[in-house]
């Protein structure tokens, strides 16, 4: 069976370009994974690490503002992720093969 094969910012998907028809057998399901634990995670970490942070640094509003903007622009972005199942017949094989395809990307 030939393999269609696409390449997309670093995810490669695999699909058969010939042998029958094609159907969806599952539908697709999107889900939205807001990271909210793995952004206080960070936001934890970083409170330790200010804590560290010479008493003279923190004094000053540059210092602190500069601290901040650093928090912030490490912020992680929500993650979206979809799965679906299809199907499609082989003529070459004489049977419907099954495949679990995905997409995970980020904003």
Partial sequence: MSINTLN???ITA???ISG??????IAP???TYKN??????KN?????MMKKIPK???DSVFANWLFVKLNSWSKISPTYVGSWV???YSTAEKKRNYHASGSLWQK
């Fill in 36 to 41: 909210t634990g793995v952004n206080e995670a």
């Fill in 44 to 48: 934890l970490i970083f409170a330790y």
């Fill in 20 to 25: 029958g028809s094609t159907k969806t057998e």
């Fill in 29 to 31: 399901i999107y889900r």
């Fill in 86 to 88: 299809s199907s499609s």
């Fill in 14 to 16: 695999y699909g058969p």
């Fill in 8 to 10: 997309s910012g670093g």
């Fill in 56 to 58: 003279k640094l923190t």
